[in-house]
Nanobody, 122 residues
Framework: QVQLVESGGGLVQAGGSLRLSCAAS????????MGWFRQRPGKEREFVAR????????YYADSVKGRFTISRDNAKNTEYLQMNSLKPEDTAVYYC???????????????WGQGTQVTVSS
């Protein structure tokens, strides 16, 4: 079965950087669109970034554009989220997600990781 395992979360000061990783297993990784979502305290889960299976297409939420970069290594079955210039409002549980179905707006992936906590102090 498909498993997604995130790592790399932690506590960082505002303005700092973190890189999240998501190790995938049980799937042909390059066939899957991969993404990151987050759930901030008291808020609903929200989209952060996504990348096509080939890595040739990316899309970001406006709130992270220019600060976060999504990438993937299909040889390692791993996706990444490089987060720079972090702000206290980036504090959230970050989730890795995978989907091979055709893309639809209001994307709701069918595979999810367990989440990793990112806390940004002011």
């Amino acid at each position: 079965q498909v498993q997604l395992v995130e790592s790399g979360g932690g506590l960082v000061q505002a303005g700092g950087s973190l890189r999240l990783s998501c190790a995938a297993s049980g799937l042909t990784f390059s066939n899957y669109r991969m993404g990151w979502f987050r759930q901030r305290p008291g808020k609903e889960r929200e989209f952060v970034a996504r990348m096509s299976g080939s890595g040739g297409s990316t899309y970001y939420a406006d709130s992270v554009k220019g600060r976060f970069t999504i990438s993937r290594d299909n040889a390692k079955n791993t996706e990444y989220l490089q987060m720079n210039s972090l702000k206290p409002e980036d504090t959230a549980v970050y989730y890795c997600a995978a989907d091979r179905r055709p893309y639809r707006s209001n994307w709701s992936p069918n595979y999810w990781g367990q989440g990793t906590q990112v806390t940004v102090s002011s």
